[in-house]
């Protein structure tokens, strides 16, 4: 699977958007990224998963560049539960592949 | 989404006692089932894939022997840590796999060996 870059750690005012950008420049064409968390002490929760296009659910908004080098998870409007490590994933999303954690961005959002 | 439960959440135990933790899938079926650890302040860590009906594969440095996983059905997974030593204390998380190809985890299991 491809390797993905993300920043150590970001703030985010309560109210506001959330912006994490994740790097992944050697994808390949049949990878998709996804998208987890971990609140602290809990097991990881998935948000979205995308291949080319943009996806938008209940919980976020997944951006991916055209050239499918980089992307960007939005939260719209970040609370403080959702301060937790964010994880950004690329795996092939057939087969029997276990997904692999970096170390993903820790996002601390204040009040 | 879908729900994967694990019990117990958390245990303690004597040194060279075995603990079994089980994960289940509460809403699909599982063909492929992941066991995870996580030190802290660490990311998760593959320990072993089980497909139902086979044998698991083990990554590198994870012995087969110590930790058992057995995956009778296509919704529960189990993994016995065997003769369970200090140094196997750590947060141990489930991970299952739908047919649709999504991974969904566990709430996690904490276990501490004294």
């Known amino acids: 699977d491809a390797k993905t870059t993300q920043p150590t750690s970001m703030d985010c005012a309560e109210g506001r958007a959330a912006n994490l950008p994740c790097n992944h420049s050697?994808?390949?064409?049949?990878?998709?990224v996804y998208w987890y968390r971990q609140i602290h002490s809990q097991g990881p929760q998935y948000i979205i998963h995308?291949?080319?296009n943009n996806e938008t659910n209940e919980m976020a908004s997944l951006i991916i560049t055209e050239d499918r080098k980089s992307s960007t998870l939005i939260l719209p409007h970040a609370t403080l539960r959702d301060t937790a490590v964010y994880y950004c994933?690329?795996?092939?999303?057939?087969?029997?592949?276990?997904?692999?954690f970096g170390s993903g961005t820790r996002l601390q959002v204040q009040p | 989404g879908a729900v994967v439960s694990q019990h117990p959440s958390w245990v303690i135990c004597k040194s060279g006692t075995s603990v079994k933790i089980e994960c289940r899938s509460l809403d699909f079926q599982a063909t492929t089932m992941f066991w995870y650890r996580q030190f802290p302040k660490q990311s998760l860590m593959l320990m072993a894939t089980s497909n139902e009906g086979s044998k698991a594969t083990y990554e590198q440095g994870v012995e087969k022997d110590k930790f058992l996983i057995n995956h009778a059905s296509l919704t529960l997974s189990t993994l016995t840590v065997t003769s369970a030593h200090p140094e196997d204390s750590s947060f141990y998380i489930c991970?299952?796999?739908?047919?649709?190809?999504?991974?969904?985890f566990g709430p996690g299991t904490r276990l501490l060996v004294l």
């Open positions: 991970s299952a796999r739908g047919a649709a190809g999504t991974q969904y």
């Open positions: 050697t994808i390949s064409g049949n990878e998709y």
């Open positions: 994933i690329v795996s092939r999303d057939t087969g029997r592949r276990a997904l692999t």
């Open positions: 995308g291949l080319k």
